[in-house]
C-alpha cells in the first residue's frame, strides 16, 4: 500500500513552486524554488542512506553544497532577468 510520505510532499512543493515560477515568473520564488531544491535533496538523501553512521554526515555535506547552488542559480538568474530588462529598456529608449 502507498502512503503519501513527507518525501512526496515536499517534491510536489518543489515542482508546484517550480511551475508558478517559470509560468507566472514571481520574483520572491527564486528563494523558495532554491531552499525546496535544497530540502528534496536533503530528505532523499535522508530517507536513501539513513541507518548508514558516518554516511550521513558526508550526505548532509552535500546537501549543504546542493543548496548553495540553489541559492546561486537563482541568484545568477534574477540577476540575468534584471539585465536582460535593463539592456532591452535601454535599447528602446535609445531607438525613441
Given amino acids: 500500500m502507498w502512503i503519501f510520505s513527507f518525501n512526496d510532499f515536499l517534491i510536489f512543493f518543489f515542482f508546484f513552486y517550480l511551475f508558478l515560477f517559470y509560468y507566472y515568473s514571481f520574483r520572491f520564488l527564486n528563494f523558495l524554488v532554491?531552499?525546496?531544491i535544497s530540502l528534496v535533496f536533503?530528505?532523499?538523501f535522508f530517507s536513501v542512506f539513513i541507518?548508514?553512521?558516518e554516511m550521513n554526515f558526508m550526505l548532509i555535506f552535500l546537501?549543504?553544497?546542493a543548496c548553495g547552488v540553489?541559492?546561486?542559480l537563482s541568484v545568477m538568474v534574477s540577476w540575468m532577468r534584471f539585465f536582460d530588462k535593463t539592456?532591452?529598456?535601454l535599447s528602446t529608449i535609445s531607438s525613441l
Fill in 63 to 65: 546537501s549543504i553544497i
Fill in 34 to 36: 532554491s531552499v525546496e
Fill in 51 to 53: 541507518g548508514y553512521g
Fill in 87 to 89: 539592456v532591452y529598456s
Fill in 42 to 44: 536533503l530528505f532523499l
Fill in 70 to 72: 540553489a541559492i546561486g
